[in-house]
């Protein structure tokens, strides 16, 4: 690890996230050439995007689990537990109040990773009864539908603000260094994340 650099993520956490990245970019492309028609009659093939689609999903949904349960077990543990506690901080911070003192995730990172935790569930169950519908009517439900759609377009407005946040804003681009190398800078940790318990 270089000088003045500690460790943000561990192996099993910034697999599980480019995983989740790769899974969701190959069924939001084979989405869109399913939901738009104009891509759809420009690319052709359309059963053949469907089965990627749909085998995709299943994929996406498989290899995540399969990385929980194969990589560091007590990790993720310790990882749940840190995003699923929000305390005073975290309600001012989502007040607008920013407080310099957050633990190894704010209040946004911790709401965003539950969003996505929920938005694969919900995807999962949703794909599944969409396909069981096209193969039986009994499954067929004009909710199912609109879930799907609807959580399409809230997680295209999550991922853009979580691009702007990786890529452009001054502040937040340098997390990005965690998520692929593992490791930040020590002092701009101590900056953003003040009250995480290497710190202490």
């Given at each position: 690890m270089k000088p003045g650099y500690i460790r943000r993520f561990s192996r099993t956490e910034?697999?599980?996230?480019?995983?989740?990245?790769?899974?969701?970019?190959?069924l939001l492309t084979t989405g869109l050439i399913?939901?738009?028609?104009?891509?759809?009659?420009?690319?052709?093939r359309r059963p053949l995007?469907?089965?990627?689609?749909?085998?995709?999903?299943?994929?996406?949904?498989a290899a995540l689990i399969l990385?929980?349960?194969?990589?560091d077990r007590r990790g993720m543990l310790r990882?749940?537990?840190?995003?699923?506690?929000?305390e005073r901080e975290d309600v001012n911070w989502l007040r607008g109040r920013r407080p310099r003192e957050q633990d190894r995730f704010n209040a946004g990172?911790?709401?965003n990773a539950i969003l996505t935790a929920a938005f694969v569930i919900l995807f999962l169950v949703s794909g599944l009864l969409l396909w069981a519908g096209e193969q039986d009517t009994r499954f067929r439900f004009a909710s199912t539908v609109l879930l799907h759609d609807g959580l399409l377009y809230i997680s295209l407005v999550l991922l853009l603000g979580h691009l702007y946040l990786?890529?452009?804003?001054?502040?937040?681009?340098?997390?990005?260094h965690g998520m692929v190398l593992g490791t930040v800078r020590e002092d701009w940790a101590?900056?953003?994340?003040?009250r995480w318990k290497i710190f202490e």
């Open positions: 910034r697999t599980l996230h480019w995983v989740n990245a790769t899974g969701f970019f190959l399913l939901y738009l028609p104009s891509l759809s009659v420009d690319v052709g995007i469907k089965n990627i689609h749909f085998w995709g999903g299943i994929g996406w949904v990385i929980v349960l194969l990589g990882l749940a537990r840190e995003l699923d506690v929000f990172q911790k709401l990786t890529l452009i804003h001054p502040a937040t681009r340098h997390a990005l101590k900056r953003h994340h003040g």
